[in-house]
């Protein structure tokens, strides 16, 4: 697999969900490596599989099959105990239910505490971390207040600060701007960013907004439970001087070769079971079974 040394690494990911005698395979062999410092999305229409994969991440479901490893954690055998420390320290999660992330009667700055509470965190460092952390994304005016008292873009960053509490290498957010409006999501957005940028914190959001492709370098689209294709931005500079942002698509290719031809190619050129592959000296061409 590409990647050595990636912080995530998921290879032929499976997840079967069973529920009586129906059988719901919600990842199909989803491959996705992410960098340590990377901020990625990961975008699909619903029932793709995004959830799925991002609780497997979290560390609250298990694959079925395939591999998933998470800095130095296997994900497919970790034992109870390792479990607990790997969603304690590794990994911080940011729910897709605003309120779902917040204590209703605590303060911003008593929520971000907690979590350090249960890991052992003398008290002197716990105060000065909430400080910081409300502080990097903007909320520090908020520490005194309840939930109920944040409006929902404040919520949401309480609850990133609340995710990144412990430290974690690694941020998940799901649907984090689901519930908020334009302006509010681009600020949670931005939040984000300031977090992957200045903190170090490697980041992969959820989502099923399209726009939000538009605000990372990297996207990565989930079709039927696999990844379908990774949509690359990158600042270049013009001719005159002036910088535009391009972004190109690519298809992702598993281990074994297989790539997924996008469904507009295949019906513009009526490709159907059978096509036909000739190497070419630097490329590779698929013309139809005529
Ligand atoms: N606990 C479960 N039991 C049975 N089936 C499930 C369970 N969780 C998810 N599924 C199914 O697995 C598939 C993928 O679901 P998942 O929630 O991961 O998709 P998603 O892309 O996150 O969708 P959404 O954007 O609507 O949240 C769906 O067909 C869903 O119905």
């Known amino acids: 697999m590409s990647g050595d040394g990636a912080l995530i690494e998921c290879e032929s990911l499976v997840r079967i969900y069973q529920t009586g005698p129906v059988e719901v395979q919600a990842l199909q062999g989803l491959d996705l490596v992410v960098e340590r410092g990377e901020m990625v999305a990961v975008v699909g229409a619903s029932g793709s599989g995004k959830s799925t994969l991002l609780s497997i991440l979290a560390g609250t479901d298990a694959p079925t099959a ?3 490893r ?3 954690w296997n994900l497919l055998s970790m034992s109870r105990a390792d479990r607990v420390r790997y969603r304690r320290h590794t990994v911080g999660f940011v729910r897709q239910q605003t309120a779902a992330n917040l204590v209703p009667y605590l303060t911003a700055e008593q929520m971000v505490d907690l979590p350090m ?10 105060r000065e971390r909430s400080g910081e952390l409300l502080e990097a994304l903007g909320v520090g005016g908020c520490a005194k207040r309840r939930p109920g008292q ?4 404040q919520q949401m960053r309480v609850a990133i600060a609340v995710a990144l509490a412990n430290r974690p290498h690694v941020l998940l957010a799901d649907e984090p701007t689901g519930e908020l409006d334009t302006a509010t999501s681009a600020e949670v957005f931005a939040g984000l960013r300031d977090v992957n940028r200045e903190l170090g914190v490697t980041v992969v959001v959820v989502t099923h907004d399209p726009a939000v492709s538009g605000q990372v370098e990297r996207t990565v689209a989930i079709r039927d439970g696999r990844t379908s294709s990774e949509v690359l931005r990158r600042t270049a500079t ?9 972004a190109e698509e690519y298809a992702v290719m598993d281990r074994a070769g297989r790539i997924q031809v ?3 190619y295949r019906e513009a050129l009526e490709l159907t079971r059978r096509v036909r592959l000739a190497l070419e000296p630097d490329h ?6 005529a």
């Open 238 to 246: 013009a001719d005159d001087g002036g910088t535009h942002i391009i």
């Open 70 to 72: 998470v800095d130095r």
């Open 150 to 153: 944040l409006s929902g873009g």
């Open 117 to 126: 509470t249960v890991a052992g965190v003398p008290g002197h460092e716990r």
């Open 262 to 264: 996008p469904r507009d």
């Open 284 to 289: 590779i061409t698929i013309r139809p079974d």
């Open 66 to 68: 395939g591999r998933a």
